[in-house]
């Protein structure tokens, strides 16, 4: 499984902004697809994952209510929409692949993408 990240860009505090997976490979479609993201000198951090299907998902505490995921299986595209964004939603974000939608932690997942920076300016 190969997964390319895109749709990071610069943006105001409380604006928009929809990143985006594109997964491929046979059997890409099988995979709960998740996001994750990282700062300079922090560790990677979980944001939200969701189920092969698409029919159950679930997102971190500090981005409930305003981050949403979803994915469109005939493209095997997974979206993270952000909205109200604040600067500290600044880092580069990155679509991974695992077994499990019920994973959270980075070493669970088995692929993953590139990387896509998004900064947040007050």
């Known amino acids: 499984v190969q997964l390319q990240a895109s749709g990071g860009g610069l943006v105001l505090a409380g604006g928009s902004l929809r990143v985006s997976c594109a997964a491929s490979g046979r059997t890409a479609y099988q995979y709960a697809m998740a996001w994750f993201r990282q700062t300079p000198g922090k560790e990677r951090e979980f944001v939200a994952v969701i189920k092969w299907n698409g029919d159950l998902s679930y997102v971190a505490d500090s981005v409930k209510g305003r981050f949403t995921i979803s994915r469109i299986n005939a493209n095997n595209t997974v979206f993270l929409q952000m909205n109200t964004l604040k600067p500290d939603d600044t880092a580069v974000y990155y679509c991974a ?3 499990s939608w019920s994973f959270r932690r ?17």
């Not at 980075?106 to 007050?122: A, I, N, P």
């Open 97 to 99: 692949a695992g077994r």
């Open 106 to 122: 980075r070493d669970e997942f088995d692929y993953w993408g590139q990387g896509t920076l998004v900064t947040v300016s007050s």
